[in-house]
Nanobody
Framework: QVQLVESGGGLVQAGGSLRLSCAASGSIFRIKAKGWYRQAPGKQRELVAV???????NYADSVKGRFTISSDNAKNTVYLQMNSLKPEDTAVYYC??????????????WGQGTQVTVSS
């Protein structure tokens, strides 16, 4: 099992910045990717950013150039630096870790979520 604990959410004005952190513990081996997802009220959960074990990253088009995902493997922590925040970034942000269990089976782990609210 992998446990994920997020922190760093809060209320910020449009144009401001926040940094989210997600600390992983437990059986944190064979983690293929770590990422951040978000879910706004009435909407489906969507991918924000992902970082793969080799270090490559991918971002949703809506956050490219504003958000940066990074990972500190020594601390088993993944970060999401969010700059130039917009009201439409308001959502609950979830940390995700995808673990390779077998060659054909992967398991997703989720954090409890942290609220990000951007006021206009």
């Amino acid at each position: 099992q992998v446990q994920l604990v997020e922190s760093g959410g809060g209320l910020v004005q449009a144009g401001g910045s926040l940094r989210l952190s997600c600390a992983a513990s437990g059986s944190i081996f064979r983690i293929k990717a770590k990422g951040w997802y978000r879910q706004a009220p009435g909407k489906q959960r969507e991918l924000v950013a992902v970082i793969y074990s080799a270090g490559s990253t991918n971002y949703a088009d809506s956050v490219k150039g504003r958000f940066t995902i990074s990972s500190d493997n020594a601390k088993n922590t993944v970060y999401l630096q969010m700059n130039s925040l917009k009201p439409e970034d308001t959502a609950v942000y979830y940390c995700n870790a995808r673990q390779e269990v077998t060659a054909i089976y992967e398991r997703d782990y989720w954090g409890q979520g942290t609220q990000v609210t951007v006021s206009s």
